[in-house]
């Protein structure tokens, strides 16, 4: 069954009183993956089992699906599987969810006023060709996207029954007792751990339409990482993250301006990096961070310096994540001399210019382990 129709009747569900957030959604498909989809019967037990929480919904739920799927009738299979994909994320941003700092919860009503090929033009919508309204919806929905960062062993140990190495300190001390000769094993295995994130975004002039928006992207991680570092440069590097640590991503936002008095100057970005190299690095790089570094590569400075910096930077980080506005545009090619000097250095090189270049940022930072 197609994506979209999954998500259409998720909404469908929501406003009919259901609980569906936005992992309901991903239930929803990992549930019609076991079953036949082509018998109406099967489609309906197993969502019915993800989103029936109570016996009262039960008849709710049947009146719902019949309305929907009509006579049993179950549409046909989508083309466009990647098309799906992008409608469910989008619409994963518009499903309600917690506050990020006003006083009451956030809900986007762009899904519920358009249909999935307006999301799909919005989602594709280069920031810089949205006008204040649109950016402020934009803003919102990048606020409260969710998504999962993926999880790393530690080198910590942690009591795990399934875990792969015997723990003889709790071992020995389970043994102490009226159990006679019997001898429980207690096993460990390595703590999981996300990894941290460091972002260094261009505030220059040339990213005055997109360096707003990746903040936001910056102020959200937070709720998911719990080590997140933020820095701007335009001329010269601030660090930003305490500003960035404020609950509200407006009043978070209005102090990151405050904090950054070169705002939409020139662009020295070798600079920047050698002083996060020289003052930051060691302070913040323990833990095999992902650096994410969001600029245009338009710069003023020296290559050779450029070239150097992030030389040593990358050795510092997991991985280097790059995101330029540009890069989805067509026919473009990363020949700027920042870029050039660069790329060697760079793990994965995106576009960030929309909803959707976003939502593969995000669908990277969920794979990276």
Not at 178 to 206: N, T
Not at 253 to 280: H, P, Y
């Amino acid at each position: 069954m197609a994506t979209a129709s999954v998500v259409r009747f998720g909404r469908l569900l929501r406003e009919r009183g259901f609980s569906v957030v936005p992992d309901t959604a991903a239930d929803m498909l990992a549930a019609l993956r076991v079953v036949d989809v082509a018998r109406a019967d099967d489609v309906r037990a197993a969502l019915k089992a993800v989103t029936v929480i109570n016996p009262q919904q039960s008849m709710l739920f049947d009146q719902c699906f019949d309305a929907f799927f009509g006579d049993s009738q179950l549409p046909p299979e989508d083309g466009d599987d990647e098309d799906d994909n992008e409608v469910l994320r989008v619409e994963s941003w518009t499903i309600r969810s917690p506050s990020v700092g006003d006083d009451e919860p956030v809900e986007e009503e762009v899904s519920d006023q358009v249909g999935a090929s307006s999301i799909r033009r919005f989602a594709n919508r280069d920031f810089s060709d949205m006008d204040d309204a649109e950016l402020e919806r934009a803003r919102r929905l990048v606020a409260n996207m969710q998504w999962q960062p993926s999880s790393v062993k530690s080198r910590r140990w942690a009591a795990d029954n399934s875990g792969g190495r015997p723990d003889m300190r709790r071992t020995l001390r389970r043994s102490v007792g009226p159990r006679g000769d019997l001898l429980e094993l207690a096993m460990s295995d390595r703590r999981l751990r996300r990894r941290p994130l460091i972002v260094i975004a261009d505030v220059s002039g040339s990213m005055e339409a997109y360096a707003e928006m990746m903040l936001t992207f910056a102020h959200s991680a937070r709720a998911r990482i719990q080590r997140v570092e933020t820095f701007a440069f335009s001329t010269h590097l601030t660090r930003i993250t305490w500003e960035l640590s404020r609950r509200n991503v407006r009043a978070a936002l209005t102090k990151v301006s405050e904090a950054v008095d070169d705002w939409s100057g020139g662009t020295k970005i070798g600079e920047a990096i050698a002083t996060f190299n020289r003052t930051w690095s060691r302070r913040v790089c323990r833990g095999g961070p992902v650096l994410l570094i969001v600029s245009d590569g338009w710069d003023c400075g020296d290559p050779a310096l450029l070239r150097q910096e992030m030389a040593r930077l990358s050795r510092s980080v997991h991985r280097v994540v790059w995101l330029n506005p540009l890069a989805g545009r067509p026919g473009y090619a990363p020949e700027t001399r920042g870029m050039q000097a660069v790329l060697p250095y760079v793990d994965d090189f995106l576009p960030s210019a929309n909803l959707r270049d976003l939502s593969e940022v995000v669908d990277l930072l969920e794979s990276i382990g």
